[in-house]
């Protein structure tokens, strides 16, 4: 059956390239993923290798091929283990192709791996067969890839090619004597391209001939899981038994982890267990093991399904078995499918998925359509013992590998599955922490009052207060396990963990979790109180002092102060032991001397964190007969704080009288604009009329001014840098519906010599053009716009005139140019052309130089040898500028160079024909691309609206069509075409 198929060139294979053949390889520190619901295994994409993984696919699905390779043994193929001697003749190519086909049937991954195949690759063929009779297996190329011997370029057929599912090949054969039975063929395999001609990806539909998957369609398994033993009504939603089996019964397997179950339970009903049926049947561990006869738990009691016995009984209609077979995981998938209805799975790389027949004729054409399918005799039939048995005539030592395979398999995921499942805790033990200073501290070192603990989240918080009980040999009397957390002030408790039944999960304990084990009511002799509520908050309290005994002097002085959260403001005079003054606030973010803010005496009974103080806040200490702000000019804290803060630095561009050319202003990120510029007015000394036609503007490191901020920004919404350096100029910052604009005449600009205009965004290209035309004092209509580049350079032209700025993604800062010049109809080029001669040829030298003295303008460089054609040899050139053309897109080749010769200073030169003439493109200042194909539309080279061409006046006529070439050029050509149009 195979022939030579297998011979191999064992000069060209590496020995040290196969392993022994007894381990599968994966790769990464988790093991690969079991197969899914399919139950098929798909192949992984090495890069590159779809299509190869769809042929392996069908060839695997083809059972005749794969008992047939099964078949040969160590007589025909040798032994992998003999790989290394060199006596030894080992096939490797049929025994990795085994192995793979092995591990496709047997191993329980998602995808299998084709690299120990793929390392064996290293034989060719170049023998062909011929078809002498009816073939048992049929394959038929569609023949999508295809090359334009007119366009020089390759292109992909996607027009639509029909194909049956069964064909009969009775009229196409010489004999017709046969039964008619022996000429149809089943379609079982096509394999689908999706992208074009020069890139794209491969994928197969598969017919499982031996019905080795679970085939069902998604949608049917949701709608049967939906519709499966629900609760019926109000009296089944109260029977919990009704409820965990029809949730169980809705799960691939019938098999779930205890703490989901306890959450699908809640979303089903949307009350949890604790709260609907804990108090009459107690927790759900507890439930489900007083109902062995309907519940089955692990061992560890980590997961739950239901008893085979409680399976709903399968129906007579086989449509109905159809929706339910999902369920009944124990039985073969093959047998629980209807055998006559055809199982189809679109098999793309790792990702294996159940599709319809009628699926099928969605692939007769498009960019993702057939490419070569697959039929099989109709006469060919399978045994009855190969239906849904994957070790079917698979070889023993083989069965041995992949059973020792999915072993390993299992053991690296139960490992895997246990290092997942388990996190750290901290255990703060209440013996050894004391409560001071409004929070918990360690009483002793951080080492004797903090352990960790790794533990398994699986488990419940009866397990952890049991794992933990064991630990603390010392501990004595009842144990009460708390979330803690770690605030500024020391530690806190929040909530107790209740509930022993349910898991770390259901409880919301975290990775890296802070549990504070103490007896629930007091640490030290000191009754703690717990939640969030009453938080504590480290605030630093601002008040005077005398500096010293006997002296009158009083100084600021800021010292830390704790206070719960819910407590009342007014208790900051308490702590103190001072009377009743007036207190003022200042935000954490920044101490500036305008953010304090004076508490009123009514909101003295506010807590602090109803007033909005939290870790960190400043509080102010005042008589309440002093002014407000007296500290905070008296002391020189206050002044140096300000000098510590970020600054920016404004420069005076208002052209006013005053003397101030700069001025620092002190400044955080989330200052608004609008303040630094009022206050920047005021330091400046400045008219205060500036405050309503007056502007920031961000100055570059070249001394440019860039586009207004808005007022109100903030400076790290309006991406200002600290310590830069912004203009204060005369006009208002454009609104958000608004664009700052620079623009500049010609395409020669120099930064800063722009001009400035602020527009709607909403305004036409059109119109644009004629504010920047009438501001920059020019008259005419023979203008246009373009965009400058990155690289200051005159960009895209702005054809669509009717379009509006936004629309053309024109942001505030860019910078049009107007360049002179109408814009081209649509569906025509304008471009400037130029005269190109080699100074190494001699003929026509005085057209040269007299078109050297017509044009002053000129420039020399030397010209490279361009890519894709015959071109000049390096030497000095000369490009003359003849002036711009504009032609329509549809004209041809042939007709740019005769409206070319119609140009002035091309008439002077008395060129005979335009087969005297080559048309090159011009880049970096050089001929760099020669056009082609005369009859060819100047839309198929793709010039773009700023190509430049230059003329080449040759010595005799020249046609570059292929059809004129010499043969022995032709290949090359083609070749050079099709880089050509790549580039």
Request: aromatic share 8%.
């Amino acid at each position: 059956m195979f022939g030579n198929l297998f011979e191999e060139d064992y000069s060209s294979v590496s020995s040290s390239q196969y392993g022994s053949g007894k381990k599968l390889k994966t790769k990464g520190l988790e093991p690969p993923a079991p197969r899914e619901f399919t139950k098929l295994s798909g192949i992984r994409n090495q890069g590159g290798t779809c299509y190869l993984s769809s042929l392996l696919q069908t060839l695997h699905f083809t059972p005749e091929f794969r008992e047939a390779l099964f078949s040969l043994g160590p007589e025909e193929l040798g032994s992998l283990e003999d790989k290394d001697k060199p006596e030894a003749k080992v096939r490797i190519i049929p025994l990795q192709l085994q192995r793979l086909f092995a591990q496709l049937l047997l191993v329980d991954q998602e995808a299998a791996s084709t690299t120990d195949l793929t390392d064996s690759f290293g034989w060719t063929s170049d023998e062909s067969a011929k078809l002498r009779k009816l073939p048992p297996f049929l394959t038929i190329s569609l023949l999508r890839f295809n090359f334009d011997f007119v366009k020089c370029e390759r292109y992909k057929d996607t027009s639509c090619y029909t194909f049956p599912l069964r064909i009969n090949l009775k009229p196409f054969c010489e004999q017709s004597d046969m039964d008619d039975m022996e000429y149809m063929y089943d379609l079982f395999s096509v394999i689908i391209h999706k992208g074009g001609c020069y890139g794209g990806h491969y994928h197969v539909y598969i017919k499982d001939v031996d019905h080795l998957g679970n085939w069902q369609c998604q949608e049917e398994i949701s709608d049967s899981a939906v519709n499966l033993k629900a609760p019926q009504n109000e009296e089944e939603t109260d029977d919990p038994l009704v409820v965990l089996k029809a949730i169980l019964l809705q799960e691939e397997a019938n098999q779930i982890p205890v703490d989901q179950l306890g959450q699908k339970l809640l979303i089903k009903t949307g009350i949890s267990w604790n709260k609907k049926y804990r108090k009459q049947h107690g927790p759900l561990r507890k439930f489900l093991r007083l109902h062995p006869q309907v519940f089955l738990l692990s061992t560890d009691e980590s997961t739950v399904s239901l008893q085979r016995s409680h399976f709903p009984q399968v129906p007579s209609d086989p449509q109905s078995h159809e929706q339910i077979a999902h369920t009944l995981a124990s039985e073969p998938p093959g047998l629980r499918d209807n055998i006559s209805c055809p199982h189809w799975f679109d098999i793309n790389d790792s990702k294996v998925q159940p599709i319809k027949e009628k699926d099928i004729m969605q692939q007769f054409q498009g960019k993702e359509s057939a490419y070569m399918l697959f039929y099989r005799k109709a006469t060919l039939q399978r045994p009855s013992e190969a239906q849904a048995n994957p070790r079917y005539r698979v070889p023993c030592h083989l069965l041995k590998e992949m059973d020792a395979a999915n072993v390993l398999l299992q053991t690296r995921r139960a490992e895997c599955d246990s290092a997942n499942s388990t996190f750290e805790l901290h255990l703060h033990l209440g013996p050894h922490y004391r409560f001071f200073n409004g929070a918990l501290h360690p009483a002793v070192s951080q080492t004797e009052s903090v352990w960790d603990l790794t533990f398994d989240k699986r488990k419940t918080v009866g397990d952890l207060r049991q794992s933990i009980f064991q630990l603390l040999e010392f501990w004595e009397g009842d144990m009460v396990l708390s979330v803690a957390k770690r605030v500024p002030a020391g530690l806190h408790v929040y909530h107790t963990l209740d509930g022993d039944e349910l898991t770390l999960g259901e409880a919301e304990i975290a990775d890296e979790e802070d549990i504070f084990v103490w007896n629930g009511v007091e640490v030290g002799g000191v009754q703690i109180q717990t939640g969030f509520d009453c938080e504590p908050l480290l605030l630093h309290i601002l008040h005077l002092e005398l500096s010293g005994e006997g002296s009158e002097c009083e100084q600021l002085v800021e010292s830390p102060h704790v206070f719960p959260a819910n407590a009342e403001v007014g208790t900051v005079f308490t702590a103190l032991g001072t009377p009743e003054g007036v207190l003022l606030m200042n935000s954490v973010e920044s101490t500036d001397e305008e953010c304090w803010t004076a508490i009123p005496q009514e909101d003295m009974k506010k807590t602090f964190r109803e007033q909005g103080l939290r870790n960190g806040s400043l509080i102010l200490v005042q008589d309440s007969d002093s002014d407000d702000n007296s500290l905070l000019s008296k002391q020189g804290r206050w002044t140096s704080s300000m000098n510590e803060l970020n600054w920016l630095q404004v420069k005076n561009f208002c052209q006013s009288g005053s003397e101030e050319k700069q001025v620092q202003i002190a400044v955080t990120m989330h200052t608004v604009v609008f303040d630094i510029r009022i206050k920047a007015i005021k330091e400046l000394k400045l008219m205060k009329e500036l405050a309503e036609n007056s502007c920031l503007r961000p100055i570059d490191r070249n001394g440019r001014l860039l586009c207004p901020v808005p007022d109100t920004s903030t400076l790290e919404e309006a991406e200002v840098k600290m310590g830069s350096s912004v203009g204060l100029c005369l006009g208002k910052a454009p609104t958000s519906s608004q664009l700052f604009l620079f623009f500049a005449l010609g395409t020669d600009i120099h930064p800063g010599a722009e001009l400035e205009v602020i527009v709607e965004e909403t305004l036409s290209v059109r119109d644009c053009l004629k504010i920047m035309l009438e501001k920059s004092g020019q008259q005419g209509e023979m203008w246009h716009l373009r965009k400058m580049d990155w690289c200051y350079e005159a960009g895209e032209p702005l054809c669509e005139e009717d379009a509006t700025l936004k629309e053309l993604m024109i942001c505030s800062g860019d910078t049009l140019l107007l360049t002179e010049g109408k814009l081209p109809s649509p569906g025509h080029l304008k471009m400037p052309i130029w005269w190109y001669q080699p100074e190494r040829l001699s003929g026509h030298r005085e057209s040269w130089d007299h078109l050297n003295c017509a044009f002053s303008q000129g420039s020399s460089w030397g010209a490279a040898p361009t890519q894709g054609a015959p071109g000049p040899e390096p030497a000095e050139v000369s490009l003359l500028y003849l002036g711009d053309m504009e032609i329509s897109e549809e004209a041809t080749l042939a007709e740019l160079k005769s409206k070319a010769l119609a140009l002035p200073s091309v008439l002077k030169l008395a060129v005979q024909s335009t087969s005297l003439l080559r048309v090159w493109t011009v880049e970096s200042k050089r001929p760099s691309r020669l056009l082609r194909t005369g009859w060819r539309q100047l839309k198929e080279y793709r010039l773009g609206r700023r190509t430049e061409l230059c003329l080449e006046l040759l010595q005799k006529e020249e046609d570059l069509g292929i059809s004129k070439l010499p043969k022995g050029k032709r290949r090359k050509t083609k070749i050079l075409c099709k880089g050509d149009h790549i580039t």
